[in-house]
């Protein structure tokens, strides 16, 4: 048996669909195990490219069980249209399963997600107006309504009833919206309900009978460390956590039940949204790493802001994820660099910083201290093995892993499922 878990170490988008896509192919399960279609996967494999909002990478793999978790936030239409997507490819989704205490995104959630960006006006802090939010406050409120109670018809009704008394209120009341449709809404979701039925069901029951007959488990997370609502920058976050710790509450597990932790990290850093980021290029070589590396969100579209590898954040990151491992993507977005630089340390106010602080008007006003490396002029895309890297990106990802305290495992240095280098093993999948 072995059960690993892979997390995101930057702010998101760091590449978890396609190393999720590759360690897949080993593995008997995959659980998604928190966020919503706020996070977008893309995958590049045989069957073409793919925008995994909510289903598992591991679904491209016919003998795979992927599982979207407990603590993940579904909504319904979204998870319909893709299971229709990856059908109309010829890939089973019959082997997916979805979490019967999984909270369940309703129009509500979604209406007051957009009202409260619109509300916040400078302040916004650039959700995605997926209903994200509302949803997990809706959970943490005990109004929330879970994918279960689709399969009884009157129990959902009672639930929908009672939610939408209290939503009808802020909406009119707050906001001076027009109310919203008990019927409406209830019959939209009937419908949802009787089309996902045969996908809903307890799945921690199903992933602890696969752990107890020794099967290799694989744990999806989304978004990263970053963005987490207790050790990311705070308020500019998302409303889940993506640490490995939360991997245990939405997969069903027992925290000693994971073996190892597998944080995946870009060269660079990118960010999408309000917040601080030190390491943000507002010029000529933050445009050409976005737009060499098709830097725009999976799920928003949104361009995303383009930097320097923060290693203050990073070590940061594999220190409240408990890495034991780093899968580092997108190195081949340096082929061509004269040089490139890596913040070692920030400086604000007068002092310098070693650690990352946990008040965002502190980060607001870092300013990063760069250590400067050679780059190489060789394109990678092809090579497979460590030693076939140019000298200079070889000495680039021992300085990271130096600066980490963390070994490198995964390079990646292309979008196809295969441009992959196995660096050191991570049991029993590389």
Known sequence: MAIV?????QWGDEG???????LAERANMVVRFSGGDNAGHTVINP???FKLHLIPSGIFYPEVTCIIGTGVAVNPAVLLREIEELERHGIDTGRLLVSDRAHLIMPYHLLLDELEEKQRNKGALGTTRKGIGPVYADKAARLGIRAGELLDKDVFYRRLQTALEFKNIVLTRAYEAAPLSLEEIYESYRQYGEQLAPFICDTASV????MARGKMILLEGAQGALLDPDFGTYPYVTSSSPLAGAACIGAG????EI???????????????AGPMPTELKDETGDFIREKAHEYGATTGRPRRCGWFDAVAGRFAVQVDGLSDIALTHLDIYDGFGSIKICTAYTCDGETLTTFPSDSSVLEKCQPVYEEMEGWQESMSDTRDFEGLPKEARDYLRR???LLSCPISLVSVGPDRKQVISVKAIHPWV
């Open 5 to 9: 878990a892979v997390v995101g170490g």
């Open 400 to 402: 990271l892993e130096d």
């Open 253 to 256: 597990l027992g925290p000693k």
């Open 207 to 210: 992933t602890r009978e696969a």
């Open 259 to 273: 073996d190892r932790v597998v944080g995946v990290f870009k060269a660079y850093n990118t960010r999408v949204g």
């Open 47 to 49: 069957y073409g490219e």
């Open 16 to 22: 978890k669909g396609k190393i999720v896509d590759l």
